[in-house]
């Protein structure tokens, strides 16, 4: 399970994120949130792929994801002599504008080194060795030696490869089996959709949660979840949420504060964001992450409570790291509650 990430970059980005179900990243105009939102992004979206032709989203920058283990892990990959007491792995990805480095590493230990650049693809430590292609983010090319080259040194280090290779397919299983979603920064979609479908990101815009919500509302497993979120919708005047069929188009239907049912009418800004939030957040499973750049989109104090109260009943096994422009909204929340935590750029 993934437990922090970390980001350094030379434009000024810098921020270490000890994974909560809700982490709010803060900080002045300019100061690079939106940036760290979409690093992570960029990072998460490309992981088992060749990145040279793409690297420049990244910038001179470092990015750490700490990962924890346990025993089972440690002995598949006995070459490397872990200890029982390292019960974490640090993944680290730096880029200098020019070439790629890929560190797997304990806290005191270094157990893999890969690099890249237009001259070379190579394997340099524990052994130094080609690689067919170190430009590959955690991919199961990135330790595979090409044929016919340093035979005799593979041969004589072939278990300390084997372990190498072990290592770097459970980094990579373990960032592509928690899924990273992207929303923002706006969240611009209509009450209706055309069609019904399975749904598991709803695009940055929201795109997909009327389709997404539906198929919520149809799924019994989904009860407690869509129980929370009609509760929150009351509170904010919004009563017997439901999506169904009407003139041949997926609708959303509500009744409004004067008791007035609506269907298909135009959503107020701050209920397309707490829908697509919410909704993205239900289609997650356990350890999977939420990226959202501008959370704070049209929420006055009254939205944002119940916003934050709605995440934090349903981001319990599960992760949420927001971009917050208003930092007057992030000290309404009470920060002694284990679930939020705050990061400042």
Not at 3 to 9: F, R
Not at 98 to 121: F, G, H, P
Not at 124 to 140: S, Y
Not at 296 to 321: F, H, P, Q
Request: one cysteine or more; glycine letters at 8%; charged letters at 20%.
């Amino acid at each position: 399970m993934i437990v922090s990430l970390s980001v350094e970059e030379e434009n000024g980005v810098s921020a270490t994120i000890n994974l909560m179900p809700v982490t709010l990243i803060t900080g002045t105009p300019g100061s690079g949130k939106s940036r760290l939102i979409n690093i992570l992004w960029s990072t998460f979206s490309n992981i088992g792929g060749n990145v040279k032709a793409k690297i420049n989203w990244l910038g001179r920058v470092s990015i750490m994801i700490r990962a924890g283990i346990n025993n089972e892990i440690a002995g598949k990959i006995t070459g490397l002599e872990l200890k029982d007491t390292e019960a974490h792995l640090e993944y680290i990805i730096e880029h200098n504008g020019r070439s790629l480095r890929q560190i797997i590493k304990t806290r005191d230990k270094t157990l893999l080194v890969t690099e890249a650049d237009d001259s070379r693809s190579m394997i340099t430590h524990p052994i130094e060795a080609p690689v067919t292609d170190a430009w590959n983010l955690a991919g199961e090319d990135t330790l595979r030696v090409p044929e016919g080259e340093a035979s005799v040194l593979i041969s004589s280090n072939e278990e300390v490869l084997e372990s190498s290779r072990a290592l770097m397919n459970l980094i990579r299983s373990e960032l592509l089996n928690h899924k990273v979603h992207m929303l923002g920064p706006y969240f611009e979609y209509e009450s209706k959709d055309q069609s019904l479908s399975h749904v598991e990101s709803l695009g940055k815009n929201g795109e997909g949660a009327i389709r997404a919500l539906a198929e919520i509302f149809m799924n019994p497993k989904f009860d407690n979840d869509v129980g929370l979120l009609r509760k929150a919708m009351a509170k904010l005047g919004y009563r017997s949420l439901r999506v169904g069929l009407f003139n041949g188009s997926l609708t959303l239907g509500f009744r409004d504060s004067k008791g007035i049912y609506r269907i298909g009418a135009q959503l107020p800004c701050h209920l397309r964001t707490i829908l697509a939030v919410s909704t993205q957040v239900i289609l997650m499973n356990r350890g999977d992450i939420l990226l959202v750049d501008n959370l704070d989109y049209c929420m006055s104090n009254e939205t944002w409570d119940v916003l934050m109260g709605l995440l934090a009943d349903l981001a319990r096994d599960k992760y949420i790291i927001a971009e917050v422009h208003n930092y007057e909204l992030v000290r309404r929340i009470n920060l002694s509650n284990a679930v939020y935590s705050v990061v400042s750029t």
